[in-house]
């Protein structure tokens, strides 16, 4: 299994045969200036949340790939407008792709689509491909919720670290706790001055805590 980050939110996942484009923002991104939009065909795209910073590319990706979406009823419902297919789920609730399974769990946060309309709740989710157990948290708080995944044998989880809008690097080392995963991708950093951080203070908390945090370029892959 291979990850690619793309800057925010946004990584790129190949499992189970099939690739995976998470929160897709990278165009109004100019850390992620080096990254072609146009090059990106994946074959599914799966949306946390309907805010500007994990949708903004959403739409060009999708029309230039075919890609199927898999988001909450109500993203689906406002791509359907669009003539976009997209498979809608709800919290909780998964469903057997041909690459693996998708779960969708919860996040704590807000969530309304760029042009102002409803988006659902915002959503986290657990992939289950190749024998591998993925947490993708999207923009969420520490939350309760999290134990619920303590079981599921996570070998790794993609937690936002940037503080502010989402949890910040001391939640997200308590975050590793909850749901008993020891290998972390910090995401949803630096990309707005509120959430700038210092590199080497969130890494050493994470290390003190005894976790594996890996912090990519953008651009850069890891397999996981
Ligand atoms: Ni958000
Ligand atoms: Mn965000």
């Given at each position: ?50 805010h ?34 997209a ?35 915002p ?102």
């Amino acid at each position: 299994m291979k990850i690619t980050y793309y800057g925010q939110s946004c990584v790129q996942i190949e499992a189970g045969g099939k690739t995976l484009l998470f929160d897709p923002f990278i165009s109004p991104n100019p850390m992620a200036s080096h990254i072609d939009v146009n090059s990106l065909k994946p074959d599914y795209i799966l949306v946390s949340h309907g805010h500007g910073d994990h949708v903004a590319d959403l739409v060009t990706i999708q029309k230039n790939s075919g890609a199927k979406v898999i988001c909450i009823a109500e993203i689906a419902g406002w791509l359907g407008k669009q003539d976009i297919e997209a498979h809608g789920m709800n919290i909780g609730g998964g469903y057997n792709f041909d690459f693996g399974r998708v779960k969708m769990v919860n996040a704590i946060h807000s969530s309304s689509m760029p042009d102002g309309s409803y988006g659902g709740n915002p959503a986290g989710f657990v992939i289950y491909a190749e024998g591998k157990a993925i947490y993708f948290a999207g923009d969420t708080a520490l939350t309760y919720d999290m134990k619920l995944l303590a079981d599921d044998n996570l070998d790794w989880a993609i937690l936002p670290i940037g503080d502010n809008y989402t949890m910040g690097a001391d939640d997200a080392v308590k975050a590793c706790d909850f749901i008993n995963c020891k290998n972390v991708i910090g995401v949803h950093y630096d990309s707005f001055p509120v959430i700038k951080i210092d590199k080497d203070e969130v890494m050493e908390k994470f290390v003190k805590a005894g976790l594996n945090l890996k912090l990519p370029a953008i651009g850069e892959s890891l397999s996981l």
